[in-house]
């Protein structure tokens, strides 16, 4: 379902979660955000992901993902080193457990972009979790940046398209959506989310540390950051 307003919460205000997930369909802007996020507020720890997907131009080892062989993810596979994994697309997705583990035994947050099948498993694996998911604006809209932004085949588009449904379907298993209608916009949600604000945009007196790490950590503008609980 795809509605009107930019935020949906389901499970109440947002809880001091340790680990957030962002997820959505392939499309929808997830890493444009992530990226902005990671210029705006550095001191917010992302995952790095490893992936068997072949870098696109501009990409980094050890930046955008981890890039990895088939039979190096199944090494990873076996030895129990992924939190959760998954198969998109044809090419195989997987968040490294350890430095997840650590951050989440440091206390600080970390966040997770990943699709919605490695949601779905870090919810069993980390009940605490935040599951965010990034809506579009519309079809139409996700349909065109898919094609538009050229990095895929028009196979490949199609598949991911085909996934995209699916993966739409699943907005009710998150515990809040955010509309990408403006990077801006979602990504000051996403750290008000991360920093553990209420639902009145203030932080709670056990969020105080996360509220000094975006004082002195980041330049996003969170001024006028509501939000709106659709189950109390
Ligand atoms: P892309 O190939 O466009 O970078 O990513 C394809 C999809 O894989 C996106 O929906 C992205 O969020 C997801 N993805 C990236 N990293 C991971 C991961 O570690 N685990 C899972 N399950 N999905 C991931």
Redesign the pocket.
């Known amino acids: 379902m795809l509605a009107a307003e930019s935020r949906r919460f389901r499970r109440g205000p947002p809880a001091p979660a340790q680990l957030t997930v962002?997820?959505?369909?392939?499309?929808v802007g997830?890493?444009t955000v992530v990226a902005r996020l990671r210029a705006d507020c550095p001191a917010i720890w992302q995952?790095i992901?490893?992936?068997t997907?072949p870098p696109?131009p501009g990409e980094i080892s050890g930046r955008?993902?981890h890039f990895v062989s088939e039979p190096e993810f199944d090494a990873m596979t076996e030895q129990g080193e992924?939190l959760?994994?998954?198969r998109?697309?044809g090419?195989r997705?997987?968040?490294p457990r350890r430095p997840v583990e650590e951050k989440i035994g440091s206390g600080e947050p970390a966040l997770?972009?990943?699709?919605?099948?490695?949601?779905r498993?870090v919810r069993a694996v980390v009940p605490g979790a935040l599951l965010v998911f990034l809506a579009p604006p519309s079809w139409a809209e996700l349909e065109r940046r898919l094609v538009s932004r050229n990095?895929e085949s028009p196979d490949k588009v199609a598949r991911?398209l085909e996934a995209a449904k699916g993966?739409l379907a699943a907005e009710d298993e998150f515990d809040i959506t955010l509309v990408n209608t403006s990077v801006e916009d979602v990504c000051a949600q996403l750290v008000a989310l991360i920093l553990g604000q209420d639902a009145n945009g203030t932080p709670g007196d056990a969020r105080q540390g996360r509220q000094s790490l975006h004082e002195s950590q980041c330049n996003s503008e969170l001024e006028g950051t509501r939000w709106q609980r659709l189950r109390p």
Do not use: N
């Not at 962002?22 to 499309?27: N, V």
């Not at 997770?112 to 949601?119: F, H, Q, S, W, Y």
């Open positions: 962002l997820s959505g369909p392939s499309g997830k890493s995952s992901s490893v992936t997907r696109r955008e993902y992924l959760e994994s998954a998109f697309a090419y997705y997987g968040t997770l972009e990943i699709d919605v099948a490695g949601a498993q990095t991911r993966e």
